[in-house]
């Protein structure tokens, strides 16, 4: 029949697979709580979009219809009102130095992420400028806009 070394041969082939099962079941666990960690602690977004700005719309029973239900309009006015765009601003203020590439950066995320668009942007394809290019100026000198 079978010899004593097949035999064991066949015990330590399922002693390997079931040791890397575990290992791996195990990296996968450590994987996804290392990103959840570095999410939900700013180290890392969603799409450009920081995990405080998600919890705030998402706990704003409002804003979370407006968003699931593509209502651009009321999603762009409750933004305002929850503060969002000021409050992803202060997320990239560190890494962004320039004012006017930071507020293009954050209307930009804004527009793929929901749609929305400023009042002094335009859409030109998939991407945002400046419906007035004499705003430069106004956005360089306004450190807190």
């Known amino acids: 029949m079978y010899s004593l070394r097949s035999i064991q041969a ?3 082939s399922k002693k390997t697979m079931g040791n890397a099962v575990i290992v791996g079941v195990v990296g996968t666990i450590m994987a996804i709580g290392t990103g959840v960690v570095l999410f939900t602690t700013g180290a890392i977004t969603l799409g450009g979009v920081p995990y405080s700005v998600l919890m705030k719309v998402w706990q704003n029973p409002t804003a979370r219809a407006a968003l699931l239900s ?3 309009t009321k999603l762009h006015d409750l933004m ?3 503060g969002i765009e000021y409050e ?3 997320y990239y203020r560190g890494r962004i130095k320039d004012p006017v590439k930071l507020d293009q ?3 930009q995320i804004l527009f793929d992420r929901t749609g929305y668009v400023g009042e002094a942007y335009t859409v030109k394809g998939r991407t945002l400028v400046l419906k007035d290019p004499t705003k430069l100026e106004q956005l360089r000198n306004c450190p807190n806009c």
């Open 80 to 82: 305002g009102d929850l």
């Open 70 to 72: 593509g209502e651009e």
């Open 10 to 12: 066949r015990q330590k």
């Open 105 to 107: 950066h954050i209307h």
């Open 88 to 90: 992803i601003k202060e």
